[in-house]
């Protein structure tokens, strides 16, 4: 009897804590995904860009593996069917990856949803939840003039995703970009 109130009370305890680590989401940044010493997109007027860094931006944050974190950014469909997306790559930017030089690997985040994401548009604003993975991927991207492979240095499977108004850390084109178009509105 008392070994199965024991199991009972590990038992507990357990659900306790799975329920705790949901509760333990972390809300991150862009600037949470790369060394503390590359320098920040701003700085340069420009977006950063994985050939003009010294290590190509696979320096990965390893501190965040498996935790679960919440990420804003822009979506960019990898496996669709209409507008269902079954992958995407999330990117600080708009038009990075397509219309733009592609953002070091430690800036983009292959996610796959738990359930297929209704998109409208490319660049769609999205927070993303679940459990970040460091992991260096190559995702082929169908754009306009071709097939673009593009390394992703973060993974997040079984995400949650939401839309979003705006993305606080954005990074806004700078007014002589032939880009700006791109540029989503903030409120």
């Not at 507990?12 to 503390?36: C, E, N, Q, Y």
């Not at 930017?93 to 690997?105: F, I, K």
């Amino acid at each position: 009897m008392n070994c199965f109130k024991s199991i009972i009370a590990l038992a507990a305890a357990l659900s306790l804590s799975v329920a705790g680590a949901s509760a333990a989401t972390m809300h991150i940044f862009w600037k949470d995904l790369r060394p503390a010493t590359q320098a920040l997109a701003e700085d340069a007027g420009l977006p950063m860009i994985a050939a003009k860094l010294p290590d190509h931006g696979e320096t990965l944050s390893l501190g965040l593996q498996d935790k679960i974190i919440q990420l804003a950014g822009y979506a960019l469909p990898v496996d669709r069917d209409g507008d269902l997306v079954y992958q995407f790559l999330l990117v600080p930017w708009t038009g990075a990856c397509s219309h733009m030089p592609t953002p070091p690997p430690n800036q983009i985040v292959l996610v796959t949803p738990a359930h297929p994401y209704k998109m409208s548009e490319a660049y769609q604003p999205v927070a993303v939840t679940g459990a970040l993975k460091p992991d260096m991927e190559k995702s082929q991207l169908f754009i306009l003039d071709g097939v673009n492979v593009i390394q992703s240095g973060y993974t997040v499977r079984k995400a949650e995703v939401v839309g979003v108004d705006t993305v606080s850390d954005t990074i806004t084109l700078p007014v002589n970009s032939p880009w700006t178009f791109l540029n989503k509105k903030k409120n």
